[in-house]
């Protein structure tokens, strides 16, 4: 194929030797078609082996082995010269831009259009021609080629500018492709991420439509939108042959004024309340309520602190961070849920079946009294 593109250059037209400096520059073209090996070989593979070779590693090659292989023969000419053998060469390379740009589809290529950029001839052409022409203009008369320049004129207007349009073309287009790749990319990325923490979470639609619930604090509010009244109906405990609720803590504050017992945050009064009776904050302990068989839990409600008073609720610690462990009957789901300081109610939407459920102590929220002990008003389940 190389040779093909060769005949048609300006060295090879029967009368490029008419003059001194043609002869100079057809000598230096002679000598630069001998030895062409690699040159050869990664120019004409790039056309015959399909679109493997058309790729811009093996672009690099061909400009690498023309330096390597041709241009030497024409280091010595002056600046001038160099510059017309550099262009007569460029012709075989649009000429191989051409003939692919023909064959199907290899304008939309990605890696045929890389190819081509690669090449530079969208640079070099008009860098070498640009400078040809200053140095054309300088020569003496009887120096100058001008049949060589109606040659570069006409090669200019019908090979060159057309291809390196055409390619330039291609190029912005696989750019256009590349880059709405990426948004696109991108937009499922981020999508999938969603998705991905809407499952884990168990928040927003996704979550929604497949069902999937993870237990978390919300506002009155929406527990409100979700439910329309708060005045729904507390699910039942079981009750124990003692005629209590089932429900207890795995430690209870007792001193000489009165037990701290874990029936005040069951008995409807946020004024009692429950504490832990370790010489620490309590942090790892457990409350435990055991549902009267498996119901559906809409939401846990959660008094925290010791809310008789204001002064009671900021001297003594409140619950921060809880691991919230519910059994539905067949499995346990442990989930991290962090509580608020404030008094009141807070609300953990949960939104599933339960068939009992711990609340485990993690961090607290640290009171001003010096005794470090950590109280719960009142838990209801609705």
Partial sequence: MLE?????????????????????????????????????F?????LIADDVERNPVNAGNILHYFEKEAAPAFKKLDERLQCACRLDWYTCVLRMLEQIAGMPKELRK?????????????????????????????????????????????MDAELAQPVITRWKKAAAYAQFRKTVHRVVGTAVAVVLVLAIWQIYSGTGFLARALGIHRPRLVSEEAITKDFGSLLTDEVPLKINDDGTEDFNASTILETDAGTFSDRNMRDGDTTTAWAEGEKNDG????????????????????WNGWQKDDDAFTQYNRLKNVTLRIDDGT???????????TEGPQYILINQNVDRFWIIMNTVYRGEASDNVTCVSEVKIY
């Fill in 283 to 302: 942090t790892g302990k457990r409350l435990y309520f055991n549902v009267e068989g498996t119901q559906f839990v809409h939401y846990i409600v959660i």
């Fill in 331 to 341: 499995s346990k789901v442990n989930t991290s849920v962090t509580l608020k300081s």
């Fill in 110 to 154: 990605k890696k045929t259009a890389e190819f081509a950029f690669r090449l530079d001839m969208q640079d070099l052409w008009p860098r070498d021609l640009t400078r040809y022409r200053e140095l054309e203009e300088k020569a003496p008369e009887e120096e100058k080629l001008p049949d060589f320049d109606a040659y570069l004129e006409r």
């Fill in 4 to 40: 093909d593109f060769m005949e048609k250059m300006w060295y090879r037209r029967p009368h490029a030797g008419d003059t001194e400096t043609g002869r100079t520059l057809k000598k230096a073209q002679e000598a630069a078609a001998d030895g062409l090996d690699d040159f050869r």
């Fill in 42 to 46: 990664s120019f004409n593979i790039a």
